[in-house]
């Protein structure tokens, strides 16, 4: 994205052809509106950025088929240097027609053409460099098939596109197309402008258009186009004193049969240019995030260091991108239709005013004419940013250039300070709505991103706070660690060849979030398809799954088991709510009915894409465990009806998933995750822990435990085993290792390797040991700080605890965790299934039991009596 400083933002508005409501396609589904087809295919124009082309922004979609277009304008084109009717320099006319062909080459380069040429889009910007408008307006209507206006102007149009016609399907479930034009007819309208500029006024002014039609074709039978053309219009004096590069370059351009006729690519490295090619360095596109190619700024500096700081009143609104300010336009209240109805652009009509004809009998007929509304409007609206530079009018310069490296808050200094530090502990949703507040967070993430991989820790710091919609989704790539060339390993994959699980892709693709706009377009099923195919093919050792379409690129690599991720899932939920398990369990209700969809697709395919982008900017900071709490999280924004109700009205209310409060489920798992163990969710086929953000340890906000300072040990004597998957369902609770105990208990001794954790002052315990042997086996050895109470006179017949002094500290230890070590696995897991039965929360087992301690030197023995 170029910055706007010699540019504005503009908006245009056309309507999309109108299908039948009772025609359906091949597969028996109804057909995709148009504009749902031109919203798909306009997103790769938002790709192509030259300093030639008006960059496009944004499209949106309105009533009845109307969209409208949000794209970099400038306010002067070639209209105005017609308006003066004075012929243009020779010198002046070759740097035009240069610019012109690198935007046209470029075009050409991803497979576009212009075909709407004309002095009214090809704009000048304030330093008076050509730029192309509307150039995608081809491209997005599928060569003008999902309009029902022509692409072009009569005028300018080249003669093997008069010839053609406009000829388009009468059957919409056809996808006939008509042939599109090539990139040689936008140098015949080039031609026919260059030859205005030089004679200082426009041709065919004086004939209809089917008049006009018919004398560009008629100049196939002539040798000499221009000269024709001059005598025809009273120039040929004008056109005699041009100069032979002028003369040869118009001739090149109107050749009337296409064959002779040279590309823009052709034309541009002709001789012709000669002098005027070394004004124009080569364009390179920067480099992108994730390239081979190195990525560096222009650091060329003035001589005179002072003149960077000489201007007080620099516009550093201006030096931001396209991109940026719309986004920052519309959050300031920046409306696309609303200005185009103040400029009176879209007009609305009582609806009596838009009944249909009738005819009487005596042929006589009553009614509106055609609407012409509905035809092409090509004016283009200049957007204000009055409001938007208003509501930043308090907002420093410094804003714009943070100090990455200072170890003050993130927030800049300014008038306006004090708001961004209220804004900064406001809801999410409403930060991401100031206007503000999302300006610091963009140019802060901006620039951390431009410094990636080695801001990689500052970008994790960031993100625990919040993330910038406006960047989330290259954030959400930094955060997973990519790197290098992605865009050539991804197009190196055969996502062509067909494969087994095409059929099932193709299934799954048309129920996969269609409820928006973009993913129900042509070109998001063609995205998805190559998408998964990609994945199928790049991960030959694993298989498709349906609800792999709702995870999607690029958290692809989140694979699990599916059985045992649902065993752990339900001793969390014992874990953290024990009343509600046992609830569950009573009714039968368990997670496979209904948390299947929840951790096969990272909840995608049960929340709307709106909540989903909130809950991954958490979840890319925690570890494989943190879906876990998320989900009991749901369960108990849920929990009063969950409790009241029975398996069928369970049943029913996940059929139709009630609103949840997506801030407040993260919020809640974020304390879930902090009260459960680490080894408390382990998975044998989990994700490998990544490497820590930063060394620093410091825990910034509350998301800090979910990613620096929250890492997995590798592993040791004291981690957790493997077991089996049946020995694992028939336990209620889970298993924690030796090693989360000893950190857990501050304990150390001679053979353990972890350092002493200095208090600075006393505080509750946060655990207890439940020591469930017989007293003489306590006696011999046991865990510092350990209670003792013996498995088999703990319990009733009925289950409820024995009272004694041992089960009254347990009492009160009621609401922390508490770990149940014993001799054998049968006894311990009976006794923490007893423990969750009286609704006793955080209730785990050790894995390995009191024999995982022994080794370490870890026991206690009482002393004796004297």
């Not at 809801?427 to 993430?445: C, H």
Request: net charge negative; aromatic share 8%.
């Amino acid at each position: 994205m170029f910055p706007l400083k010699d540019t504005v933002m503009g908006a245009s508005t056309f309507f999309a052809s109108a299908l039948p409501h009772d025609v359906c396609g091949s597969n028996g589904l109804p057909l995709t509106p148009n504009s749902i087809k031109i919203l798909g295919r306009f997103q790769i124009l938002k790709t192509i950025t030259h300093p030639r082309l008006c960059q496009y922004v944004d499209i949106t979609r309105g009533k009845h088929e109307r969209l409208v277009v949000a794209a970099e304008h400038c306010e002067k084109s070639l209209e105005d240097l017609l308006r003066e009717r004075k012929p243009v320099s020779s010198s002046r006319i070759l740097c035009i027609a240069y610019e012109v062909l690198q935007g046209l080459q470029y075009m050409n380069k991803h497979g576009m053409v212009h075909r709407a040429l004309s002095p009214c889009n090809i704009l000048l910007d304030r330093k008076g460099h050509v730029k192309l408008a509307k150039f995608g307006l081809y491209h997005m209507t599928a060569q003008g098939v999902d309009v029902d206006f022509p692409i072009g102007y009569p005028s300018y149009l080249a003669p093997e596109v008069i010839a053609q016609g406009i000829g388009k399907p009468s059957d919409h479930t056809q996808c006939e197309k008509p042939l599109p034009s090539g990139p040689k007819s936008d140098l015949w309208s080039l031609g026919i402008i260059l030859f205005e500029l030089c004679v200082g006024r426009k041709l065919f002014q004086s004939l209809e258009i089917a008049e006009r039609l018919k004398f560009i074709l008629m100049l196939g039978c002539v040798d000499d186009i221009v000269t024709v053309l001059a005598e025809e219009h009273g120039c040929l004096d004008i056109i005699k004193d041009l100069s032979e590069n002028v003369t040869a370059l118009l001739k090149k351009c109107l050749t009337f049969q296409p064959s002779k006729r040279p590309t823009p690519e052709e034309l541009l490295h002709d001789s012709l240019f000669s002098e005027v090619s070394p004004l124009y360095p080569p364009f390179h596109k920067p480099a992108g995030l994730f390239s081979s190619s190195p990525r560096c700024a222009n650091l060329t500096l003035p001589e005179d260091i002072s003149q960077l700081c000489k201007d007080e009143d620099n516009d550093y609104l201006a030096e931001r991108s396209v991109e940026e300010v719309y986004y920052l336009w519309c959050l300031a209240g920046g409306d696309l239709e609303k200005e185009l109805v103040n400029k009176e652009i879209i007009r609305s009509k009582p609806p009596v005013c838009t009944l249909p004809n009738f005819l009487l009998e005596d042929g006589e007929s009553f009614g509106q004419g055609r609407d012409r509304s509905s035809l092409l409007d090509d004016t283009t609206v200049t957007l204000s940013l009055c409001q938007l530079r208003n509501r930043l009018k308090d907002v420093g310069g410094e804003a714009f250039y943070p100090l990455l490296e200072d170890d003050q808050p993130a927030l800049p200094h300014s008038n306006s300070s004090n708001e961004l530090s209220a804004a900064a502990t406001l809801p999410l949703i409403i930060r991401e709505r100031d206007t503000e507040y999302q300006l610091n967070r963009i140019v802060l993430f901006d620039r951390l991103l431009k410094a990636y991989p080695y801001k990689k820790n500052q970008i994790w710091k960031e993100a625990r706070i919040d993330i910038p919609p406006l960047l989330r989704g290259i954030t959400w790539a930094a955060l997973l660690g990519v790197e290098g060339a992605i865009e050539a390993k991804y197009d190196a994959i055969d996502k062509d060849t067909p494969i087994p699980t095409d059929r099932q892709i193709e299934v799954d693709i048309p129920r996969c979030h269609q409820y928006d706009e973009l993913l129900s377009s042509p070109e998001g099923h063609a995205k998805f398809r190559r998408v998964l195919k990609a994945w199928v093919v790049s991960h030959p050792n694993l298989v498709y799954w349906q609800g792999l379409d709702s995870l999607c690129a690029p958290f692809l690599y989140l694979n699990f088991n599916n059985e045992e991720y649902l065993t752990v899932f339900s001793q969390m939920i014992a874990f953290h709510d024990p009343e509600l398990s046992n609830h569950l369990n009573e009714i039968g209700f368990i997670p496979d009915l209904y948390a299947i969809p929840w951790f096969l697709t990272m909840f995608t395919h049960v929340f709307p894409l709106h909540k989903i982008f909130h809950l991954w900017d958490t979840l890319l900071l925690g570890n494989s465990s943190f879906p876990f709490c998320i989900g009991v999280a749901i369960l108990q924004q849920l929990r009063d009806r969950l409790l009241a109700n029975g398996f069928n009205e369970c049943i029913l209310l996940f059929s139709d998933l009630p609103e949840i409060d997506i801030e407040r489920c993260v919020r809640e798992s974020i304390n879930l995750f902090r009260w459960t163990p680490k080894s408390a969710t382990f998975r044998q086929f989990a994700q490998p822990a990544r490497p820590p953000a930063d060394g620093s340890g410091a825990r910034s906000s509350a998301l800090a435990c979910l990613s620096a300072d929250y890492q997995e040990a590798p592993r040791s004597d004291l981690s957790r085993d493997s077991i089996k998957l049946d020995d694992l369902k028939a336990e209620v609770s889970p298993r924690i290792s030796a090693e989360d105990l000893i950190d857990l208990c501050e304990l150390t001794g001679p053979s353990h390797s972890k350092t002493p954790v200095k208090k600075t002052k006393p505080s509750k315990p946060k655990l207890l040991v439940v020591d469930i042997r017989n007293s003489e086996d306590f006696n011999r050895g046991h865990i510092s700080g350990s209670i003792n109470v013996p498995f088999a006179s703990a319990f009733t017949a009925e289950g409820d605890l024995i009272q004694c002094p041992a089960t009254a500290t347990l009492q009160s230890f009621k609401g922390r965790v508490v770990v149940i070590v014993g001799n054998a696995v049968k006894n311990t897991a009976a006794f923490a299934a007893h423990l969750v039965k009286n609704k006793y929360p955080r209730v785990c087992i050790l894995d390995g039991g009191i024999n995982k301690i022994k080794p370490t030197g870890l026991l206690t023995v009482p002393s004796p009596q004297i």
